[in-house]
């Protein structure tokens, strides 16, 4: 009589099985979660994304570890759609302006369509615990991945625009330094229009999005081509508080 051990193969196929149960299950958490953060706020206990998602505390645990790292695994899916967007979007571009105005569109879109999960995947001081953060980038790993794949689109969008234009080497030195504080302008102002009350002063998210691609792509050398003769700026001391003031 056979004894009623179980095959290697038996074995190997049971440990699949329970592992893309355990991969589907983690994924309709990530999704329960992010609805919860959605409705409920960035700052959402476990306890209150656990209730939402119909679920307990302990098997958010179970799953994250923590906080930060469910923050991680959110964060890593929103930024994987957002890059699928992105290079969609850079692919149908027909210039580089367009591609750069694509990628400010999808993550100004990615930001106000959801400001509650968008704080939650950016903001790791709000956590219970600290998020894994890549060395030097003071971002959490999934954020600093992000913003480095966008960094390498834009470097490729603007280097191509000079290649166009009959650039040199020459002309380029330096331009490495560009699509990193491109990307920190298009930040800081989208989080400040984000944060901005809503009023006939806030742009609309179209123009936005076009505002931040010409400073990009010209600086403010389109809006100030030059005052109108009657309107002269005071010279820069003038406008300065003077040292009885201070």
């Known amino acids: 009589m056979n004894n009623a051990t179980s095959s290697p193969a038996a074995g190997d196929g049971r440990s699949a099985r329970w592992d893309r149960h355990r991969a589907d299950r983690r994924q309709e958490l990530i999704r329960a979660a992010r609805q919860a953060v959605h409705l409920l706020g960035p700052a959402a206990s476990m306890e209150e994304i656990a209730a939402a998602a119909g679920t307990s505390k302990p098997v958010f645990y179970r799953y994250f570890g923590d906080k930060a790292g469910l923050q991680r695994a959110v964060g890593e899916v929103v930024i994987g759609k957002m890059q699928e967007r992105l290079q969609e979007a850079a692919a149908a571009a027909g210039t580089p302006h367009e591609g750069l105005r694509a990628m400010v569109a999808a993550y100004l879109q990615m930001a106000e369509t959801s400001p509650n999960v968008y704080a939650f995947v950016t903001r790791p001081g709000a956590l219970d615990a600290p998020a894994a953060v890549s060395p030097g980038s003071g971002e959490p790993d999934a954020l600093s991945h992000f913003f480095a794949a966008i960094t390498r689109m834009m470097e490729t969008a603007i280097q191509y625009q000079l290649q166009a234009a009959g650039g040199t080497a020459a002309d380029g030195r330096g331009l490495q330094y560009w699509p990193t504080a491109a990307i920190g302008m298009v930040r800081a102002a989208g989080e400040l229009w984000l944060g901005s009350a809503e009023g006939p002063g806030k742009p ?36 300065l508080p003077s040292k009885e003031s201070r």
């Open 204 to 239: 609309s998210r179209e123009d936005m999005t076009d505002q931040l691609t010409a400073w990009l792509l010209t600086g403010l050398a389109g809006q100030f081509a030059g005052p109108p003769a009657a309107v002269r700026p005071q010279p820069l001391a003038a406008a």
